[in-house]
């Protein structure tokens, strides 16, 4: 779920998605940001996040982690 959306703010449709009765995982794609934001995603209940620009090993290894409740390494 990308929380910087052209018009708009990703966090409230997180909320949404985790509001659902059999919720997705979110990752947080991540490029550049503030804690701010990184804090806000956590709150509403982001997974955690994966590079943006990574490779998509790297991407499917940030799903791996996710699914199997373990945190994402800072290198995905």
């Not at 490779?55 to 799903?63: D, T």
């Amino acid at each position: 779920m990308d929380i910087r959306v052209p018009r708009g703010d990703g966090h409230p449709a997180t909320e949404g998605l985790l509001a659902l009765a059999y919720p997705p995982k979110v990752i947080v794609p991540w490029v550049f940001g503030t804690v701010d934001q990184v804090l806000a995603a956590l709150r509403v209940g982001a997974s955690g996040f994966a590079l943006e620009d990574s490779p998509p090993p790297k991407m499917i290894e940030a799903v791996h982690h996710v699914i199997a409740r373990e945190p994402i390494p800072l290198t995905t």
